[in-house]
């Protein structure tokens, strides 16, 4: 922990790599590492050290595990090349030495975020020319990319610390305690409630620049995530209901489904994309079709069959001549391939077919404001955009809840939600639905390790990942999560 999560600050560290070659907000500099007396002077240095926040996303130990930790242990992916710490998260097969649960990079994150909340106010009283406007938005932003982190991590470890100032001095408390899920969700929430006033609605100069940021819709994206997470579902509907009144996203048309989403990147769908002026390693190590590491399920295939004109279908989501997942790595849909050095995808946390779908569920799950029409209406959009064909007429609340969670999964395959939405579902009222998480024993099984594979499956407590062993043997103060104490 001392090693991984906090690092004494005495100098600010290079601000890693710039994240686009075309927008000046993201040329990262100063290239050398300063004292920190001498850094936080004026603007120009408080919003080179934010793009350092944004460029601490950019790098393969933090989007491999936010793409894998989505995808590993649900029924969407399967190995074809993967070692075998990726193999065993497949299979929900656990241990503390695994270094793919390792955390460090999402704490580097959260620290370059700490440090901008810590010392923009100091560059401000320098600089005449840096408004409190300017300095309201940048730490708005900080706080948004925090906020997401930790919205990853409590998700996959559920109890995790809670660090909300810089390790910059030696003042810094190296043993934190973790928090709770409650906890840290209130954090969340409360922040992000605060920061969505000071984002920007949007930034006019690329739409690069514009979905690369954190605005106020990715505030609220990530807000209705949370929300929906913690089972509060009339916060959510009202977040979701003021990130459309914003006007400012749409449902790409079914047509441009895969190029103007994944291919081109930046749609009018898109609302927080991770961008890269260099080649998408993740999506690449991971998705090449010359050598890729992992493959759609096959039984994925059938899940568009049933619509023949699903746009989502073959040379769209996957290709099913090449077993590949063509959502990343194909052209268009003659069934051209990326080759090795064009993987510059942009990297999705959200886009607007998301947040419909989960209006959509929180309209069918809310007590006061139930309402399963506007959840069929919701479902609908998305369907409809896809299928060009009206969904099925639904009425009641466990058929809507199918064709939802269905349409997740048709609408969101390989962006890293898959896992979640199965937890999610499964977890409530006491994992009255556990069954979807034991029915995933089927899909990886072979016809030898049924049972084993079950075992994994079945414990409750297994569905969060384990601390690394390195963060519990340095810290004295962190506890194992329960399932992997011994």
Known sequence: MKRNIIKIYAIIPILFITLFSCDSYLQLEPQDSLIQQEFW???????????????????????????????????????????????????????????????????????HCNLVLTFA???????????????RRIKAEAITIRSLVYSILVKNFKEVPLILTATANTDTDFYPAKSTEDEIIAQITTDLEAAVNDLNLGFAQSPAHDKGKMTK??????????????????????????????????????????????????????????????????????????????????????????????????????????NSVFKYAGVDASGLYRGQNQFYNTFIFYRYADILLMQAEAYILSTTNKDLIKAYNLINQVHERAIGAP?????????????????????????????????????RNNFENQYLMLDLATVKAGPDDYEQILSYYSEKESYYLPIYLNEVNLNPNLVQNPYYEN
């Open 217 to 322: 819709g990715a505030a609220l994206a990530i807000l209705a995530d949370i929300y929906l997470w913690d089972e509060q579902y009339d916060n959510c509907i009202d977040v979701t209901t003021r990130l459309v009144n914003l006007n400012k996203y749409r449902l790409v048309d079914g047509a441009d489904w895969f190029n103007d989403i994944f291919f081109e990147g930046n749609s009018d769908e898109g609302i927080f994309e991770l961008q890269f002026s260099d080649i998408n390693v993740t999506l690449r190590n991971s998705f090449y079709v010359g050598n890729p590491i992992y493959a759609p399920y096959n039984q994925i295939f059938q899940l568009y069959n049933q619509f023949p004109n699903d746009v989502r279908g073959n040379l769209a989501t996957f290709g099913m001549s090449q």
């Open 391 to 427: 969904l099925d007429p639904i009425s009641t609340e466990g058929e809507l809840l199918n064709a939802l969670l269905l349409e997740r999964q048709k609408e969101l395959a390989f962006e890293g939600k898959r896992w979640y939405d199965l937890l999610r579902f499964a977890k």
């Open 41 to 111: 002077k004026n603007k120009e240095q408080v919003s080179a050290a934010l793009a350092g926040c944004y460029a601490s996303m950019n790098q393969s130990g933090f989007t491999d595990k936010v793409l894998l930790w989505g995808e590993l242990r649900g029924d969407m992916l399967v190995s074809l090349r993967a070692g075998n710490n990726q193999n065993n998260m497949l299979k929900n097969y656990m241990f503390p030495s695994n270094s793919f649960v390792d955390w460090s990079q999402f704490y580097k994150t959260i620290n």
């Open 121 to 135: 106010d100091q560059a401000q009283a320098n600089d005449l020319s840096f408004t409190e406007q300017e300095l």
